[in-house]
């Protein structure tokens, strides 16, 4: 089993930064992937960065430029830059991981491969 807790949501005007913190414990050696997501209220999850075992970080469109992924490996935590915050930026932000060797948002997404913290809000105010 892999356990991921979240920290450092909040509120913050638009144009402000934030970190969210996610710490990973359990079965790490056999992750694959970690990555962010969020949902908003009546609003689909939405898929914006993730890293796999390379270091590859790929993000969505609409964070690129202003969040960049992380890790610290010997924290055994994975971290959210997210600058130059916008008001559609609100949501509940989870942190995911995957033991899924393929794709890496199919493994993040995956209901057998994949595990998800309990999220973290960020509010983002004009």
Do not use: H
């Not at 924290?75 to 959210?80: E, I, Q, R, V």
């Not at 794709?103 to 973290?120: M, N």
Request: glycine letters at 12%; a neutral charge; hydrophobic letters at 35%.
């Amino acid at each position: 089993q892999v356990q991921l807790v979240e920290s450092g949501g909040g509120s913050v005007q638009a144009g402000g930064s934030l970190r969210l913190s996610c710490v990973v414990s359990g079965y790490t050696s056999r992750l694959y992937s970690l990555g962010w997501f969020r949902q908003a209220p009546g609003k689909e999850r939405e898929d914006i960065a993730a890293i796999d075992s390379d270091a590859t970080a790929i993000y969505a469109d609409s964070v690129k430029g202003r969040f960049t992924i992380s890790q610290d490996n010997a924290k055994n935590t994975l971290y959210l830059q997210m600058n130059s915050l916008k008001v559609e930026d609100t949501a509940m932000y989870y942190c995911a991981a995957s033991t899924w060797m393929g794709e890496v948002w199919v493994g993040l997404r995956s209901p057998d491969f994949g595990y998800r913290g309990q999220g973290t809000q960020v509010t983002v105010s004009s």
